[in-house]
């Protein structure tokens, strides 16, 4: 309210001039173009269903003797859409003061063309289509046997995920979700000998040649199930932006975002794990 006061004496005695908004107000409303523009409203849902599908194989490895029946409710309330939708913002909005908003804007521009737009339906369907494990099995055989006979598409899918960067990231992801559940499972009392966090890291790292490998095969069979309807002329075009300033900006912002989601829920889960551990004790 004082700066408003301020600046409308200001404008009283100078005279006619424009406004710029406040660096605060620029990010929040860089944030909120990123998440209606992106569809994330759409996404988070699908990712909460994936999370639902992961702790059901989670389970099995987890408790061997049956779990308490609560497991997959509280990996639905951990992943619920309202609050990933809170992580998400929160999760860019520790990175947009160091951000380039201008190119993260060029960046939008992309997705607010009907070609966009389809680019996400088709991201979106992939991923629902991605949960069936025998659509999954399929694409990632599809995706390595296109790779061997380097088949254009397979070349074209590679040089997509080489320009976009998106298996470092990814990678970082994993791991920091893996640092993450075994954090919580520890906060939690879940290991018989406490570990320091450093023995946590160590762990996670040690896992991390396997999780690349998976991270590699999974993103270029999604895509290769994603983009499979795209002519070669429309998925040039589409590397071409993936590449570009703009399309990196955008993309490292909403990194950040997916980040948050992933510690925070993976710390979430490691607890819940815990919880439901030794209610089948009990």
């Not at 992943?79 to 520790?94: I, S």
């Not at 939008?108 to 025998?134: H, I, K, S």
């Not at 990231?169 to 993450?180: D, E, I, K, M, T």
């Not at 795209?230 to 990194?255: H, K, P, V």
Request: glycine share 8%.
């Amino acid at each position: 309210m004082l700066r408003f006061l301020c600046l409308c004496l200001l404008l009283a005695f100078a005279g006619p001039a424009t406004a710029q908004p406040s660096a605060a107000v620029e990010q929040q409303q860089v944030a909120e173009a990123v998440w209606h523009v992106m569809r994330m409203d759409s996404l988070m849902p699908i990712l909460r269903d994936e999370a639902v599908a992961q702790g059901e194989e989670m389970a099995a490895g987890l408790f061997p003797r049956g779990g308490t029946g609560r497991w997959l409710d509280r990996v639905r309330a951990i992943h619920d859409p309202v609050r990933t939708r809170e992580l998400f913002l929160e999760g860019m909005a520790a990175v947009l003061p160091r951000t380039d908003l201008a190119k993260v804007a060029e960046g939008l521009v992309f997705y607010r063309t009907v070609f966009g737009q389809r680019m996400l339906a088709l991201e979106n369907a992939a991923r629902v289509r991605m949960r069936d494990p025998a659509v999954e099995a399929a694409a990632r055989d599809a995706f390595a046997q296109a790779v061997r006979r380097r088949d254009p598409r397979a070349v074209r899918i590679a040089r997509l995920i080489r320009a976009a960067d998106l298996i470092e990231p990814n990678v970082v992801g994993a791991l920091n979700g893996a640092v993450a559940f075994s954090k919580g499972f520890q906060a939690g009392g879940g290991f018989p000998m406490p570990l320091s966090d450093s023995e946590i890291v160590r762990e996670a790292w040690a896992k991390e040649p396997r999780m690349r490998a998976d991270t590699e095969a999974w993103i270029g069979a999604y895509l290769f199930l994603a983009y499979g309807v795209l002519g070669d002329a429309e998925l040039d075009r589409y590397i071409a932006y993936a590449g570009s300033a703009g399309g990196l900006a955008l993309s490292r912002l909403m990194f950040a975002g997916f980040d948050a989601v992933v510690s925070a829920t993976s710390h979430d889960m490691g607890l819940a794990a815990v919880a439901e551990l030794r209610g089948r004790q009990l």
